[in-house]
């Protein structure tokens, strides 16, 4: 059995747009709900979600079948859990809060075998389907993909840097955080915050780095994609839910009081 290729890092290699979904409800059920919608990938998350390994192993079995690529943020740049991640069969990792070129490399050689990294060798894993995948150490390197998530002005002040560092597949923009660090908490879609992420994004894109991020609002989320952002998530399975049950009780509500006005 040879490795299969990783369709999310090919295309946005190739420059293929790639719409995602944010996953933080850490169970394996709600994974497959929305794995069956068909996005191109999926954002399983750690660092802000009540996920472990296991968790996280359900939930990738449970995407595998659809065809949406799932990446795995891990709750922070650690090479030991890098190295979980990666057995278990993560097919790529988003690291939070990089803050410098040296971080960057220390996430790319997590996840690199030696002598290009130090991530530790195991025989049977799920990542090489049990010992079946007689290419996986051959291929493992390339294939897996690495983005690095930047969230404060010092690390956006060096996003080329950053993005430029090899292994590095293309840089993510939290601008929750990113507001956060401005002193606007909370206004994460205020202009300010969006003016600086742009700037930035654009000189990344000019330098052939693909960039990504996730905000909930469909249509802006569309038209970065159309402005030259690779791959960007449009929203979470816990907005989506809180909202859609908030909408269906009002829309109740609204109907039995003109039922009883």
């Known amino acids: 059995m040879k490795m299969p290729a990783n369709s999310f890092l090919a295309a946005i290699r190739s420059g293929q ?10 169970h394996n059920y709600a994974a497959e709900v929305v794995a069956s919608a068909g996005y191109d990938w999926l954002l399983v998350d750690m660092e802000h979600a009540p996920a ?17 690529t799932a990446i795995v943020r891990p709750p922070w740049n650690e090479t ?14 988003l690291f939070p809060m990089v803050q410098s070129v040296q971080e960057a490399e220390a996430a790319v050689a997590a996840t690199r075998y030696p002598p290009f ?22 291929k493992a390197n390339d294939e897996t993909a690495v983005i690095v998530q930047v969230e ?14 090899e292994g590095v597949d293309g840089v993510f923009f939290g601008p929750a955080d990113i507001a956060a660090d401005m002193g606007l908490l909370g206004q994460h879609m205020s202009e300010p915050v969006w003016d600086l992420i742009l700037a930035a994004a654009r000189k990344l894109m000019d330098a052939d780095i693909p ?7 469909p249509a802006f989320a569309a038209k970065l994609i159309n402005d030259g ?22 829309q109740m509500r609204t109907a039995t009081q003109k039922e009883n006005g």
């Not at 030991?80 to 990792?93: E, F, N, S, T, Y």
């Not at 960039?211 to 609002?217: A, E, Q, R, S």
């Open 17 to 26: 747009p790639q719409i995602g979904l944010w996953v933080s409800l850490a």
């Open 52 to 68: 472990d390994v296991a968790t996280v192993m359900g939930q990738l079995q449970a995407i595998a079948p659809h065809g949406s």
């Open 80 to 93: 030991v859990m890098v190295k979980r991640l990666l057995d278990i069969g993560a097919p790529g990792l």
């Open 117 to 138: 990294g130090v991530r530790g060798v195991a025989g049977s894993i799920r990542a090489n389907q049990f010992g079946r995948i007689t290419d996986y150490y051959a």
């Open 152 to 165: 404060t002005r010092a690390a956006m002040a060096q996003a080329n840097e950053i993005g430029a560092v």
């Open 211 to 217: 960039v990504g991020t996730l905000v909930t609002d």
């Open 229 to 250: 952002f690779t791959f960007v998530a449009c929203g979470t399975d816990t907005n989506l839910l809180s909202k859609g049950a908030d909408a269906l009780l009002a």
